[in-house]
């Protein structure tokens, strides 16, 4: 099995990527009904109730991040609170290629996947269609030249308006790019899009 970087994966990481893939594949039918998602998560989080149930809250991940992307949820959060959450639109995850806030993490509540940001979603993203000036036939395209994904992520149609694909990672980083305020583009959840 890949690691991620090439190479062969050692006995903890075997055992490690298949726990973490019975956990998700077990609480997956459940998440909205346990625990619905509400945060945007750090990059390899596990479905909610699952991540809920494997972070123990450490902060590593916090640590780790070169752009302090990540914060602690506050104790109003519920059963959220300490866990690592994005707020996208203030601060954007820079998609570092080592992933060092999954690195960090000691459980498989966030875990490197082993193709990399190729299987990465942190939110799902939309575009204000009444905000963004590209709708309104005013040429601008910014958040499609900031993308680091790319167009399989984030395109401009036909008439230079953006459109999200299935590749895009929630990083944030359009939103940040964007030039009207609020952001056109707009961050939901993994399960709650609007």
Known sequence: ?????????????FFTQGFARALR???GGFADRVAPAQFVRPPGALPEPAFLGACTRCGACVEACPVQAIALLPAGAGLAAATPALEVAARACIMCETMPC???CPTPALEVPAWGWRDVRMATVSVD?????????VSCGICARVCPVGEDALRLDDRGRPVIGAA???CGQCFSACVTTP??????PLGREA
């Open 129 to 137: 269609q009444g905000q963004c000036i590209a709708w309104r036939d």
């Open 168 to 170: 895009c990672t929630g």
């Open 183 to 188: 952001s056109s583009l707009v961050a939901h």
């Open 25 to 27: 594949e077990t609480v």
């Open 102 to 104: 999954a690195q960090a």
């Open 1 to 13: 099995m890949p690691d991620g970087g090439g190479g062969r994966m050692d006995r903890r990481g």
